[in-house]
């Protein structure tokens, strides 16, 4: 009976593990995860802590039983892979009772990323949090829940503690302006703590347009969120917990801070063996996810993929790019070899009332640095038909190549509800074609007074933009 094993127990990890089992029910299929949790949302962390998702559990997509009785899957939790031996086609884990040795003939890396945290003093402080995992959810809800129950919450060099009541805005800090730093900032003001927010660029959302960043960083400032925009972190203040964010200007008191700065590859795992990381930092795999070792594969957070739009290789941790990469991973071990195919980088954030979304290179500055001569057109359209009593405005980036006209990519934002996000599907399908700003312009896209306007707004960018070249 032919083995796969499999290191890391989330979403590219199950994939492939319930992928193999199901198209190869004799496959002998093992999963060993460090931690008591598999198969979760991580994304809806953010959302739990809030209070809008009122259990962890809500998160597991499969549960650990599901998976040992029901799919015949061999899973480990609580074993945290230490070695890898690809001479000798074995993993070595330890677990509460020991060492564990399990022989492979395919062996599938996917330990994912670990949250980053700045090279400052006071990161080590009581107080001070990251959201990485399911455990970091549950501390951070614990915390809300804790200072909303005592009801104060202490506010150094503030004065009288402050009550819980309507107005109540007790201060914490986030440091990062990304996708976690801003989900966090709604889910912390819901709870009415006073959110300041410290991003050490000029702009939000640095990889989505400049009209999209300034769009949310003005929609967070009419929700009382307080921005730091270039504002260096230079330590987290406090004796035994963490009082206050120390920045080069000034330090802003505090009684908790949540850093959420990125995250980078976990990749130790193979520091010593001559699986290879490529020049992203994450580990190199080819078209099938297959790494510098013959039958060992990388999929999901630790790895990198090729760029739909370069054709380089490309690091962008994202759960779609985990789940499809997992399961044509577990196909090709079955015996039916499948890609899994490029990434865009397609994203998509909410804000409060705001949604915005990004998909392949946005803005001249990413363009150019992969070769490209870019130009970019910014138009602001209606969401819905201009007689319809409801909708709002849309606002659309597209940058394309010059010399031949190709769409390179898009950044949008709009008002919740109003279609940012879905509108760039559209890019997203014109990407992975090689469309060229021409092609989009005569995308057959649907109409509806409720829903859209008779030329959406993708078009209108592309009509523009297509004139512009």
Known sequence: MSTFVVVGGDAA??????????????????????????????????????????????????????FREERDIDLRTGHEVVSIDPDGRRVTAEGANGEVTRSYDHLLIATGAEAT?????????????????????????????????AGTFEQPDRGPACRFLETCTAPVGIVGGGYVGIEMAEALAANDFEVHLFQRGDRLLKSFSEATSEAVADHLRRQDVALYLDSEVEAIAGEDRAEGVVTSDEEVPVGMVLV????????RLVEDTDIELGPTGAIATDAYRETTVPDVYAAGDCAETEHVVTGEPAYVPLALTANRHGRAVGQTVA????????????????????????TGLVGDEAARAAGFEPVTETIEARSRAGYYPEGGTVTVTLTADRPSGRLLGASLVSEYGEGAVHRSHAVVAALSEGATVADLENYDLAYAPPFNTTWDPVLTAAKVLGGKL
């Open 13 to 66: 990890g199950m994939s492939a593990a319930s992928k193999a089992k199901r198209d190869d029910p004799d496959l002998d299929v093992v999963v060993f995860e460090r931690g008591e949790w598999v198969s979760y949302g991580a994304c809806g962390l953010p959302y739990y802590v809030k209070g809008e998702i009122q259990s962890l559990e809500d998160l597991v997509s499969v549960t650990p039983e599901e």
């Open 117 to 149: 945290v700045p090279p400052i003093a006071g990161t080590d402080l009581e107080g001070v949090y990251t959201l990485g995992s399911m455990t970091d959810g549950r501390d951070l809800r614990e915390f809300v829940s804790r200072s909303r129950s």
């Open 260 to 267: 959420g700065t990125g995250v980078r590859p976990r990749t």
């Open 335 to 358: 015996g039916d070899p499948a890609e899994g195919g490029p990434i865009a980088g397609t994203a998509a954030v909410k804000a409060f009332d705001v949604e915005a979304a990004r």
